[in-house]
Nanobody, 124 residues
Framework: QVQLGESGGGLVQAGGSLRLSCAAS????????MAWFRQAPGLERTFVAAISWNGGNRNYADSVKGRFTISRDNAKNTVYLQMNSLKPEDTAVYYC?????????????????WGQGTQVTVSS
């Protein structure tokens, strides 16, 4: 069992930055590929970014490429999402998730553990 807890969300103006964190507890964090998803009001949850167990493979949604960076620190059992040049359309609840797929990681993999989410609001 893995418990995930997100933090770092908040209100920011367009063009600003935020850094989300997802702390994991439970079984070995490095056994899992990790990802961030987001869900805007009235819409389905969508993939944002993913990272392999050692950080060597990363995958991004086209909408965030060049603006967001996913990283992880296995010693701290934490995955991060650095979000720069934020836009109002980035407003959503952001969730981190863990997958048993350790290297080939992306939106089509099965994610077995999910956090509760953190709200990100970008004002225009």
């Amino acid at each position: 069992q893995v418990q995930l807890g997100e933090s770092g969300g908040g209100l920011v103006q367009a063009g600003g930055s935020l850094r989300l964190s997802c702390a994991a507890s439970g079984r070995s964090f490095s056994r899992y590929g990790m990802a961030w998803f987001r869900q805007a009001p009235g819409l389905e949850r969508t993939f944002v970014a993913a990272i392999s167990w050692n950080g060597g493979n990363r995958n991004y949604a086209d909408s965030v490429k060049g603006r967001f960076t996913i990283s992880r620190d296995n010693a701290k059992n934490t995955v991060y999402l650095q979000m720069n040049s934020l836009k109002p359309e980035d407003t959503a609840v952001y969730y981190c998730a863990a997958s048993s797929s350790t290297w080939d990681i992306g939106p089509d993999k099965e994610y077995v553990y999910w956090g509760q989410g953190t709200q990100v609001t970008v004002s225009s």
